[in-house]
């Protein structure tokens, strides 16, 4: 079992900046991903950020040039700078590690409690 512990959300003006983090705790395979989802009022819960064990990152078209994510591997950390945030930022964020034990099996899927992020204007 994983526990993922979020921190960093809060309300921020237009332009500004946050950071999240995330720490991770428990049985995490050495191939993971971990990652930021985010959902507003109404809306699905959408991918902004992932990041896999071996360094490789992928961003959602909204957030590419003002988001950055990075983790700490020894440490079991996720972290998302946010910055230029923007009104329709404003969701609830997730963070998320995916893990398998081997490449032929399904992964494990964890997920945060959520942290609100809102920007405004």
């Known amino acids: 079992q994983v526990q993922l512990v979020e921190s960093g959300g809060g309300l921020v003006q237009v332009g500004g900046s946050l950071r999240l983090s995330c720490a991770a705790s428990?049985?995490?395979?050495?191939?993971?991903?971990m990652g930021w989802y985010r959902q507003a009022p109404g809306k699905e819960r959408e991918l902004v950020a992932t990041?896999?064990?071996?360094?490789?990152?992928n961003y959602a078209d909204s957030v590419k040039g003002r988001f950055t994510i990075s983790r700490d591997t020894a440490k079991n950390t996720v972290s998302l700078q946010m910055n230029s945030l923007k009104p329709e930022d404003t969701a609830v964020y997730y963070c998320?590690?995916?893990?398998?034990?081997?490449?032929?099996?399904?992964?494990?899927?964890?997920w945060g409690q959520g942290t609100q992020v809102t920007v405004s204007s």
């Open positions: 428990g049985s995490i395979f050495s191939l993971n991903t």
């Open positions: 998320n590690v995916k893990t398998w034990k081997s490449a032929i099996t399904r992964p494990y899927d964890y």
């Open positions: 990041i896999t064990s071996g360094g490789g990152t």
